[in-house]
């Protein structure tokens, strides 16, 4: 056994108990234990904050912290420090619960002695290293599947290619004339090369997913775009089913706060679903609207006249891998994870996915974004105690590529790495670093709003145009950057004026000065 | 019609036969080398118009065959389209600053593929919204 000073905490109010405690570890001939003793659990917590503890040993009837609230008190400040607690002989029940709070193990006061004390201890020790230890291994394992799983699809990637690239060639005619049979076989080999390749794309997405690399950039955005696109891309293929599939969207459809391109993935995934599972001659509908039970959500609706979803799976079909059983053979095409990534991806952005449905009559699948509120984002800074000389200031950082920008990932990856940093070089509850304001095509613009005076702008410029400067990533990708402040005309508050219409005229404000800075600098709003 | 000569670099002889079948059915003349070293000779003695660039090559690999092109006054003017089964996170960004045109990820789109390759070389082209990869704003 490794004979290396235990040091042991003890926590015990009773001068009697703690005394027998001690007698007992010294009974035990263990010179290799220390004992650090004190009666109340502030000085106990304090002394744990310092480090240096192997093993607690903690009453659970102390003064300062009566149950178990001193055991997840102690757990929550050193989670890693093993706990054994100490409990009255009618308290068997206590000592469970202390178990599933994370104890290692209870002792009953009369029932201890030296050698019985002092295994405990050590066990605790050692299970609480176990522990640790299968969690790292758990961790590891996950971290390995995930890397297999990408190192595994790019693999595929390479033969998948030279499939496509024959049957494409012969298809084309490319390698001499072909039947009307040879032909369709082989337009049908093409289409199921697309398919793999698609479940290569989900596969890869979902280990994105699992190891929290999913990138989503929010912005102010029209729900409009998403979905016009969508349709007019599987209008081809429902037609061709004889499907009517449309859309309704209101002309003054407020702003959404998403991320563009996630929301398209998610409509893509609904509506070729939907497509996959119309009966020919169907119907599939999508609306959009302001969704009834929260008005800061926009809800989407799309609604099929398909095979339908039985109740008792509606809820099972959003999971990893879920396959209905009775989908037909179209249905059992696929991985099993479109629904779960649209889950994923409409979660991360602030919204809910659902589904309602009656079995042979159609689904109707809703996904719920927050809408883009400039007061919103805005009033946490207000709430704030504002001095009288304060004003509210825009600070504009101008991004602009000498050389012209490489590629539009180099751009968006830049103009990441610039939001983080914006948002680090600010003072949360005081500043708030706004989403992308406009397209950006020339330069990209970051802007931040403060209530602040002056001076303070002044500071804030200054540390960020240091900060900006300092970051080797833009410096190295040839990025020049313009910082700038300057004040919204005074918007005043008069004396019963609610904090919210307050924060709306502000917003407007804001946006209207941001407006007046892009159409200087030519973006288009 | 184009006869501009395009040099294939990929290790992998199917894709070689492949791109060729295609390549020469749109007029172009295809000339091939299955590794780094080989690329770099080839290019300097027939100094292609293009050069379509796997990445994970034998004899130095694609990064490294771009450097010793940007060395070279007259190989660095050539333009590079890089065509691999990398994942494109990891590897897009690096391929263009490296001085490529565009990163394409295998399987590519036929239209897409020669879509790139017209617009780096500076061809006519006719479908320009199959380009965005080239990544010129």
């Known amino acids: ?525 | 019609m184009s006869n501009k000569t395009i040099l294939i670099v990929d290790d992998d002889p199917d894709v070689r036969l492949g791109l060729n079948i295609r390549l020469k059915a749109n007029h172009y003349n295809v000339i091939f080398a299955a590794d780094g070293m080989a690329s770099l000779a080839e290019a300097r003695k027939h100094m292609p118009d293009l050069i379509i660039l796997d990445l994970g090559l034998p004899a130095g690999d694609g990064f490294s065959v771009m450097e010793r092109l940007k060395a070279n006054d007259t190989l660095a003017l050539i333009p590079v389209i890089v065509m691999s089964a990398r994942d494109p996170s990891a590897n897009r960004e690096r391929a263009l600053k490296a001085g490529a045109k565009a990163f394409l990820q295998k399987p590519v789109d036929n239209a897409k593929l020669l879509a790139v390759i017209r617009k780096a070389l500076g061809e006519k082209d006719l479908t320009p919204h199959l380009v965005h990869d080239l990544g010129e704003v």
């Open chain 1, 1 to 525: 056994m490794n004979e290396k000073t235990v040091r042991v905490l003890l926590v015990e109010d009773n001068p009697g108990d703690a005394r027998l405690m001690r007698i007992f570890l010294a009974e035990a001939g263990s010179s290799a234990m220390e004992l650090k003793h004190f009666a109340c659990m502030s000085d106990a917590v304090n002394h744990l904050q310092r480090g240096g503890v192997d093993v607690v040993l903690l009453d659970l009837g102390l003064p300062d912290a009566q149950g178990l609230g001193g055991l997840r008190q102690m757990h929550s400040i050193a989670p890693g420090v093993p706990l054994v607690v100490l409990t009255g002989l009618d308290d068997e029940t206590t000592a469970a619960q202390a178990l599933q709070e994370g104890a290692q193990d209870y002792l009953i006061k009369g029932q201890i002695e030296s050698h019985g004390l002092l295994r405990a201890l050590r066990y605790a020790m050692e299970r609480q290293r176990m522990q640790v230890e299968t969690e790292q291994i758990r961790k590891q394992q996950l971290q390995l599947k995930d890397e297999f799983l990408s190192h595994v699809s790019h693999e595929l990637r390479s033969p998948l290619s030279a499939i496509y690239q024959f049957v494409s060639i012969l298809v084309d005619g490319l390698a001499g004339e072909l039947r009307p049979e040879q032909s369709e076989y082989l337009r049908i080999t093409l289409r199921n090369v697309r398919q793999l390749e698609s479940m290569i794309a989900d596969l890869l997405e979902v280990t994105r997913i699992q190891a929290g690399k999913l990138n989503i950039e929010p912005q102010g955005a029209s729900l409009r775009d998403a979905i016009t696109d969508t349709v007019s891309m599987f209008e081809g293929s429902a037609a061709a089913k004889g499907i009517t599939l449309s859309a309704n969207i209101p002309a003054d459809l407020p702003l959404a706060y998403v991320d563009p391109s996630r929301v398209r993935q998610v409509l893509i995934n609904l509506v070729s679903n939907a497509v996959k599972f119309t009966a020919k001659g169907g119907e599939i509908k999508l609306q959009t609207r302001i969704f009834e039970e929260d008005p800061g959500l926009l809800v989407v609706e799309i609604a099929d006249s398909g095979c339908g979803i039985k109740p008792e799976v509606s809820k099972l079909i959003f999971e990893r891998l879920y396959q209905a059983s009775d989908a037909g053979e179209e249905g059992r095409k696929g991985l099993g994870l479109g629904l779960y990534i649209s889950k994923e991806l409409v979660a991360r952005q602030g919204g809910n996915i659902w589904v309602t449905s009656e079995p042979q009559k159609g689904s109707n699948f809703f996904f719920t974004v927050p809408i883009f509120s400039l007061a919103s984002l805005i009033s946490p800074i207000l709430t704030n105690e504002v001095k009288l000389e304060d004003a509210i200031a825009v600070l504009v950082v101008e991004m602009d590529s000498q050389d012209g920008w490489l590629s539009p990932d180099l751009r968006i990856e830049m103009s990441n790495v610039a939001r983080t940093l914006l948002q680090r070089c600010l003072l949360p509850d005081l500043d708030v670093v706004l989403p992308k304001m406009g397209p950006g095509d020339a330069q990209e613009l970051f802007f931040a709003v403060a209530c602040t005076n002056k001076h303070g702008a002044e500071v804030m410029s200054k540390r960020v145009r240091e900060q900006f400067r300092r970051c080797e990533r833009l410096q190295q990708a040839g990025l020049t950057f313009t910082v700038s402040y300057s004040f919204l005309p005074p918007i005043s508050r008069s004396v019963n004026e609610p904090m919210g219409e307050y924060a709306e005229n502000v917003a407007a404000g804001v946006q209207e000065h941001i407006n007046t800075m892009m159409i200087a600098r030519n973006v288009p709003t």
